[in-house]
């Protein structure tokens, strides 16, 4: 089973940057997207941002010009770029790597906490 690995959450200002690491424990097979996805207290998991294998990218209305997703797959690893970010990114930040090999695959990290203060 494929362990998802998330890191650099954080605390930061409204205004500053962070960005989100996530890392497979082995080599991910097959055409995949790499997903994040965020929860606020009380909210319904939204999907922030995706990329294919192919390195088609799609985001949120909210987090467009703000955010940017990327993979290098030679590290089995999807960033996400956060920058002038607002109390309202507050959210736990999950990383979801969905794809075929074979079979469908459908992976999840523990999430990371990332919190903005204003």
């Known amino acids: 089973q494929v362990q998802l690995v998330e890191s650099g959450g954080g605390l930061v200002q409204a205004g500053g940057s962070l960005r989100l690491s996530c890392a497979a424990s082995?080599?991910?097979?097959?055409?995949?997207?790499m997903t994040w996805y965020r929860q606020a207290p009380g909210k319904q998991r939204e999907l922030v941002a995706s990329?294919?294998?192919?390195?088609?990218?799609n985001y949120a209305d909210s987090v467009k010009g703000r955010f940017t997703i990327s993979r290098d797959n030679a590290k089995n690893t999807v960033y996400l770029q956060m920058n002038s970010l607002k109390p309202e990114d507050t959210a736990v930040y999950y990383c979801?790597?969905?794809?075929?090999?074979?079979?469908?695959?459908?992976?999840w990290g523990q999430g990371t906490q990332v919190t903005v203060s204003s």
């Open positions: 990329i294919t294998s192919g390195g088609i990218t």
């Open positions: 979801n790597v969905r794809g075929t090999w074979g079979a469908r695959y459908d992976y």
């Open positions: 082995e080599t991910i097979w097959g055409g995949n997207a």
